[in-house]
């Protein structure tokens, strides 16, 4: 960016021309890209330039001269200070609409062939956008007397006390504001960020959306609880769906929120949570997705495009605790799974056997070794299915890949540009017959896809 054409605090007219994948507005100013919170594509604004880098800029709205037809008011009342939710501001055809751009934009840049030729399915979205997640993670604050618990808002160590978050299930929020009141009441100590004194750091509430299990976790800095059994009392009594309460310790200074020993304090270990035909049993720190209503759909989509006929066998990569193999196994001959998360391996073990599926095993490792030493030993899986993490696939990965050929990979991406990215590879193999969008987690920015590749004939 040549310095001279913008300067801090100028003032400009720009049109937002598209949404940025952190759902900011993108405008260009004599070719140079702005970024403006905010601003939603189409719309005509006056901008005050608040952060100058090499190679873009960003800035805030001063006024909006021509609003877009899908701007709305936010109703979250702390949504401006949040940040958790990006698009709030804009209606939900809007965002679904724009969902779809994100993922074209992706394409083009890196795989601008198939932007052009591949079809591009409108976004898959939910009836009601709102109040989906079935887990919230909020952090336990106090000032003076008062025991606050919720998110810190953006780019500042703030917190926030959130009482009622839209896209959060009310359980949730209802158990929440009671156990923070509980703490409060019971003068349990509260850990202090800059101190890092205290004992309580995050009230963590996990509910089964079609079981109604609920399971309350207090991640504390020791294993010590004051109060205990009025504690767990007074937590019970809060809502009738409360089967299981736990107490997670975590000594470290550090923004992950589990540490490894979890106590179980009343109740179960676990609750019970149904997808679809498949049942799995969470403990406090099993991963699960955050939106079951729209993973059932999510994984409809991954099983329309492996396109089973009961004959063909299948490998899992990256497959955490089982879900989408399982999801696939009725349908296929063998499945096969890996990961390098061991307690990952153990709980898809565990889910294969709850549900019968002699013909579904779990590996732990790389998957990149243990498909080269499969296909050593001549099993060549038909699909292979990936849901990696947002940094997309190892090139060692997409390299084995390359070499056993699969006839079909089915890439389950919740980042549309390292999906971008590694079909630059891909495609010199493969071709991407249709990408289908959806929508896992409304009023943000995020989007997830399933792409269907199949196999070149000449290959």
Known sequence: MN?????????????????????????????????VKGALPGEEVTVKVTKLQRNFAEAEVINIRKASEFRQEAPCPVYDECGGCQLQHMSYEGQLKNKRDIVIQALEKYVPKVAETTEIRPTLGMDNPWNYRNKSQFQVRKEGKRVYAGLFSEG????????????????????????????????????????????????????????????????????????????????????????????????????????????????????????????????????FQLNPEQTVHLYNEIKKAAALTGKETVVDAYCGVGSIGLWLAKDAKEVRGMDIVPESIADAKSNARKHGFKHARYFPGKAESWLARWHSEGFTPDVITVDPPRTGLDASFIKSVMKIKPKRFVYTSCNPSTLAKDLQELTKLYNVEYIQPVDMFPQTAHVECVAQLTLKEEN
């Open 3 to 35: 310095k001279t054409i913008m300067e801090l605090g100028q003032k400009f007219p720009l049109t937002i021309k598209r949404l940025g994948i952190n759902g900011e507005g993108v405008g260009f100013y004599k070719r140079n890209v702005v970024f």
């Open 156 to 287: 500042s160590n703030k917190l926030l006390n959130i009482n009622d978050c839209l896209v959060q299930h009310p359980v949730t929020s209802k158990i929440t504001v009671g156990t923070r009141k509980i703490l409060q009441k019971l003068n349990i100590p509260i850990y202090d960020g800059k101190t890092l004194n205290g004992l309580v750091r995050t009230i963590v509430v996990r509910t089964g959306i079609r079981t109604g299990e609920t399971q309350v976790c207090l991640v504390t800095t020791r294993n010590e609880m004051p109060h205990k059994a009025e504690l767990v009392e007074r937590i019970k009594k809060l809502d009738p769906s409360i089967v299981s309460i736990t107490q997670n310790v975590n000594r470290e200074k550090t923004s992950l929120i589990f540490g490894d020993e979890t106590i179980v304090l009343d109740g179960k270990e676990t609750i019970h949570e149904e997808l679809g035909e498949l049942a799995f049993d969470l403990s406090s720190r099993a991963f």
